[in-house]
Structure formats: C-alpha cells, structure tokens
C-alpha cells in the first residue's frame, strides 16, 4: 500500500523566513495530495491541496509544489508569523484505494519571535 | 452546524467497557471517513463511508471495531471489549463528495484505563 514519508519532524524558523516541509509518496498511482494544519487539541484544518495534473499551487504566503517522476511534494510557508507555529501534515490519496487518505508523521513547526 | 462535529470531545472508559463515538458531518455531505491517531503521529485511516454504506473498511484493526452510519448522515463508530492500547483520538471527516476536499472535526480523545 501506500507509504508517505515527511521531513523535517521538527523545524524552527525565525519570524519572517522562510520554511519548507517535504513529503516522499511511495503508490504513483495517488492523485491528490492534501497538507493540513494541527493546532494543540484541535482536528487537522486543510490549509492547501493540490492534484496531479498540477506542479504547483499558491495561496498568498502557501505554496504547494508537486513532481510525479520524483514522487514528492513539499510546502513552502513564506514571511512565516508565530500563528504559523502548530504540527503540518501531508497526505496522499490513493483513489483505487478506497479513496482513503494516507498521512505522513508531521512536522512540528516552531516560529519564534 | 458549520463544521464537523464530534462528540463526546474526551471519554475515559475502563478496560473491557462499550464505548461509542459520533460524528456529525457538514450537512450535505456525503463522504464519510474515521481516523485514529495516536501521540505523535499522523492520523491512521480505519473505515469511509459513501452514503450510508461502508465503501473501505479495511483500516479497522479487528472485528472489536465497528461503524454505523444508518441515515447517510451521523455515524457512530462503535468499540467492544476496549483495551488500554485502543487509547488515541478518534477524528472523523466528511467530504461533499469522495473526490473533494475532506475537512476534519475536531476529535474524541479516548482514554482506556
């Protein structure tokens, strides 16, 4: 089955840098490649997407860049802000699957002021 | 309501106990998924629905683990016999359809004792 991997799992950036995670996807068969955000006893909130017929996404300071030959994705968060700081993960789809979401380990991302 | 809603937000329960957890989606959507994750990882797929009928249930770790979703609406996902390793949170998302964007409640943290 599919098997996503992600790094760093802890990254600490200065306010106003730049922070960059990135996920290894296993099933090239996965078309749909989601991040989420995770604040401390809340549910993970969708903070961009992207699909396969697609290389990159942006949405003001999130961007999302994906290559299919490499099978990886990764998240770009630019001029990053303390409200920044909460746990990212990625994901993968595998619609032959059962159309279930395959998550990566997280990462934990600090943003100090 | 607005967003997913999962109730209760914590549960303890002893070992060998029933216990039950619901999930009520966004209204008008028909995707269902349930997740389990544990401290320091990413959420674990366990079952999805499309509509009222179990579509991949193949993330449940034993037959101990069941889920409902009677009217294509709340489900309810249901532990016999619990053990202290079943302790997690339990995240239930809903999408409009199994191709779109799935958004997460904000979970039922478990405890076993």
């Known amino acids: 089955g599919e098997n996503v991997e992600q790094h760093p799992s802890t990254l600490s950036v200065q306010e106003g840098d730049s922070a960059v995670i990135k996920c290894t996807y296993s099933?090239?068969?996965?078309?749909?490649f989601p991040w989420y955000k995770q604040e401390l006893g809340k549910g993970p909130q969708l903070i961009i997407d992207?699909?396969?017929?697609?290389g990159e996404k942006k949405d003001q300071r999130i961007a999302v860049t994906l290559n299919k030959t490499a099978k990886h994705f990764s998240l770009h968060i630019t001029e990053t802000q303390p409200e920044d700081s909460a746990v990212y993960f990625c994901?993968?789809?595998?619609?032959?699957?059962?159309?279930?979401?395959?998550f990566g380990a997280g990462t934990i991302l600090r943003v100090k002021s | 309501g607005a967003g997913v809603s999962q109730t209760p937000s914590n549960k303890v329960t002893e070992k060998g106990k029933y216990v039950e957890l619901r999930c009520d989606p966004i209204s008008g959507h028909t995707a269902l998924y349930w997740y389990r994750q544990s401290l320091g990882q990413g959420p674990e797929f366990l079952i999805y629905f499309q509509g009222t009928g179990a579509a991949d249930d193949s993330g449940l770790p034993n037959d101990r683990f069941f889920a409902v979703r009677p009217e294509g609406s709340v489900s309810t996902l249901k532990i016999q016999r619990t053990e202290r390793g079943d302790s997690a949170v339990y995240l239930c998302?809903?999408?409009?359809?199994?191709?779109?964007?799935?958004?997460f409640g904000q979970g039922t943290r478990l405890t076993v004792v």
């Open positions: 998302a809903s999408s409009f359809t199994m191709d779109t964007e799935a958004f």
């Open positions: 994901a993968a789809r595998v619609m032959e699957y059962g159309n279930k979401l395959v």
């Open positions: 992207i699909r396969s017929n697609v």
């Open positions: 099933d090239s068969a996965s078309n749909y």
